[in-house]
């Protein structure tokens, strides 16, 4: 009996082997057999990293051999897609490949120097360093904290800049106005979802690679709080809520109101007519600006709301002394491993004009610096990143967003909580990205707490606010 199954076991590993030979493709580079491969992808995550290509030959119809040869060019190169035994090449699609062999020239840089952060830089970082063994590069990556920043010192310092840094989206303004950052051809951004795009160019030229976002969301523990029952959750329905357990929890709602992160989506669901211009005339002195700052100085005041810090707010949260704050996505690995109890909704729908409060987009961006030695191979491992296969295995083990629109739409079957955050996604805003913006935001972090504590009214921050923005324009503009 022994000897059947060894039998039966060895014809089954012959039969895997000769599939497997029937459906491997030849992969060669100037006419060199390099690998046999047999599945799904790219061809430039199967080749290694190249500087340029220009001519592709592929024998496919085992019976004839047909041979087609036709020339591309590295952007061209960067689309062609092998599924299994079929491969497209712009549109076209051949059936039966045997082998495959692209005229071009390897890149002959062996060495990177990468800056991660945030949350998954374990995997992040295992991610990167098996790409490089695989492609004989050896890459130092250094996980670092406020890469931003660093990443300016090091410019100003004329030192040698690393090849490859991951940075908040926030800071691409900064980092360009500064002249530290230098321009990605768009076609490592053919897979990038159309949203986040805009938050990447410059003067119609683009200087960074998205790698996954956040987004804002309303985290409830249901032991403590009844919101599963609304299908389309207000805020008057979560205040209800909130004031009925005011005697039981601690803290029954709770977010940091005095952040203008949190205040934005306020601001975004009162501007019902347009009237905000975030990206151009950026002002204070607005209705939708007056009528949010109006409504969080109330609610300050209710017994069932408290403001608490982001760390605060947290640990409050996961000891139950908190039912429901205001959060984003990137909460949700944190608390899975933790292992409490809670649930997510997108976040509440504005009464007064029944818009949804705005989600703000928090993207963690890819930047090369200027005068790094590596660019062309850095533009590869860019692109390897943002490949289906990496978005997937990332995003969906750290709970991120995706920036592939491909990946991303299959996400939301994944689980409810995807589909609970991307329903909503027509609601997504990103954060203003101009040069008004930091000082904005620096202004009204400073403004709400006087405001919050009743040392000055609605109207007189808003008058000082905008006079403040006003004189820091003229400070530019003098400057210039």
């Given at each position: 009996m022994g000897s059947n199954k060894k039998k039966i076991f060895c014809l089954f590993i012959i039969a895997c082997l000769s599939i497997f030979k029937l459906f491997a493709i030849d992969i060669n580079l100037n006419n060199e057999k390099i690998k046999s491969y047999y599945s799904s992808e790219f061809l430039y995550n199967i080749y290694?990293?190249?500087?340029?290509?220009?001519?592709?030959s592929v024998t496919y119809?085992?019976?004839?051999?047909?041979?087609?040869?036709?020339?591309?060019?590295?952007?061209?190169?960067?689309?062609?897609?092998?599924?299994?035994?079929?491969?497209?090449?712009?549109?076209?699609?051949?059936?039966?490949?045997?082998?495959?062999?692209?005229?071009?020239?390897?890149?002959?840089?062996?060495?990177?120097?990468?800056?991660?952060?945030?949350?998954?830089?374990?995997?992040?970082?295992?991610?990167?360093?098996d790409w490089g063994k695989n492609n004989n590069i050896k890459i130092n990556i250094i996980n670092a904290t406020n890469t931003a920043s660093r990443l300016k010192t090091v410019n100003k310092s004329k030192t040698t800049p690393p090849d490859l840094v991951l940075v908040a989206d926030s800071n691409l303004i900064d980092l360009y106005n500064d002249n530290t950052i230098q321009t990605l051809p768009k076609y490592l951004l053919n897979d990038v979802n159309s949203t986040i795009m805009n938050k990447l160019s410059f003067n119609g030229k683009y200087?960074?690679?998205?790698?996954?976002?956040?987004?804002?969301?309303?985290?409830?523990?249901?032991?403590?709080?009844?919101?599963d029952k609304y299908d389309n959750l207000s805020l008057s329905n979560l205040?209800?809520?909130?004031?009925?357990?005011?005697?039981?929890?601690?803290?029954?709602?709770?977010?940091?109101?005095?952040?203008?992160?949190w205040l934005l989506?306020?601001?975004?669901?009162?501007?019902?007519?347009?009237?905000?211009?975030?990206?151009?005339?950026?002002?204070?002195?607005?209705?939708?600006?007056?009528?949010?700052?109006?409504?969080?100085?109330?609610?300050?005041?209710?017994?069932?709301?408290?403001?608490?810090?982001?760390?605060a707010m947290l640990s409050y949260f996961i000891n139950k002394k908190a039912a429901a704050i205001l959060s984003a996505s990137y909460s949700i690995p944190y608390f899975d491993q933790l292992g409490i109890y809670y649930e997510v909704a997108p976040l509440p729908i504005n009464d007064i004009t029944n818009q949804r409060l705005k989600p703000l987009i928090d993207s963690k961006v890819f930047v090369?610096?200027?005068?790094?030695?590596?660019?062309?191979?850095?533009?590869?491992?860019?692109?390897?990143?943002?490949s289906y296969k990496i978005q997937k295995q990332f995003c969906l083990s750290q709970f991120k967003l995706s920036a592939n629109e491909t990946v991303?739409?299959?996400?939301?079957?994944?689980?409810?909580?995807?589909?609970?955050?991307?329903?909503?996604?027509?609601?997504?805003?990103?954060?203003?990205?101009?040069?008004?913006?930091q000082t904005y935001k620096n202004i009204l972090w400073k403004l709400l707490r006087f405001v919050f504590t009743d040392q000055l009214t609605v109207n007189e921050v808003i008058e000082k606010g905008e006079q403040l923005l006003i004189n820091n324009k003229k400070e530019i503009g003098e400057e210039k």
């Amino acid at each position: 009996m022994g000897s059947n199954k060894k039998k039966i076991f060895c014809l089954f590993i012959i039969a895997c082997l000769s599939i497997f030979k029937l459906f491997a493709i030849d992969i060669n580079l100037n006419n060199e057999k390099i690998k046999s491969y047999y599945s799904s992808e790219f061809l430039y995550n199967i080749y290694p990293p190249l500087y340029d290509v220009w001519e592709i030959s592929v024998t496919y119809n085992n019976l004839e051999n047909t041979t087609q040869s036709q020339e591309i060019n590295i952007e061209e190169f960067n689309t062609i897609y092998l599924n299994k035994n079929s491969l497209t090449i712009n549109n076209n699609k051949l059936n039966n490949i045997k082998d495959i062999n692209i005229s071009g020239e390897k890149i002959e840089s062996t060495n990177l120097e990468v800056w991660i952060g945030w949350e998954g830089t374990d995997l992040l970082k295992e991610i990167i360093t098996d790409w490089g063994k695989n492609n004989n590069i050896k890459i130092n990556i250094i996980n670092a904290t406020n890469t931003a920043s660093r990443l300016k010192t090091v410019n100003k310092s004329k030192t040698t800049p690393p090849d490859l840094v991951l940075v908040a989206d926030s800071n691409l303004i900064d980092l360009y106005n500064d002249n530290t950052i230098q321009t990605l051809p768009k076609y490592l951004l053919n897979d990038v979802n159309s949203t986040i795009m805009n938050k990447l160019s410059f003067n119609g030229k683009y200087y960074a690679s998205p790698f996954y976002y956040d987004v804002q969301l309303l985290f409830y523990n249901p032991n403590l709080i009844d919101l599963d029952k609304y299908d389309n959750l207000s805020l008057s329905n979560l205040e209800y809520e909130a004031n009925k357990i005011k005697n039981k929890v601690e803290v029954p709602l709770t977010w940091n109101s005095y952040s203008l992160y949190w205040l934005l989506p306020f601001i975004y669901s009162f501007n019902i007519n347009n009237s905000i211009d975030f990206d151009n005339d950026l002002s204070i002195n607005n209705q939708p600006t007056y009528d949010a700052i109006s409504y969080i100085k109330e609610l300050n005041e209710k017994p069932y709301f408290k403001p608490l810090e982001k760390n605060a707010m947290l640990s409050y949260f996961i000891n139950k002394k908190a039912a429901a704050i205001l959060s984003a996505s990137y909460s949700i690995p944190y608390f899975d491993q933790l292992g409490i109890y809670y649930e997510v909704a997108p976040l509440p729908i504005n009464d007064i004009t029944n818009q949804r409060l705005k989600p703000l987009i928090d993207s963690k961006v890819f930047v090369i610096p200027k005068g790094s030695h590596n660019t062309i191979l850095s533009y590869r491992l860019l692109q390897y990143l943002m490949s289906y296969k990496i978005q997937k295995q990332f995003c969906l083990s750290q709970f991120k967003l995706s920036a592939n629109e491909t990946v991303e739409k299959e996400f939301e079957e994944t689980n409810s909580y995807y589909k609970k955050i991307l329903k909503n996604k027509e609601a997504f805003q990103l954060i203003p990205n101009n040069e008004n913006y930091q000082t904005y935001k620096n202004i009204l972090w400073k403004l709400l707490r006087f405001v919050f504590t009743d040392q000055l009214t609605v109207n007189e921050v808003i008058e000082k606010g905008e006079q403040l923005l006003i004189n820091n324009k003229k400070e530019i503009g003098e400057e210039k």
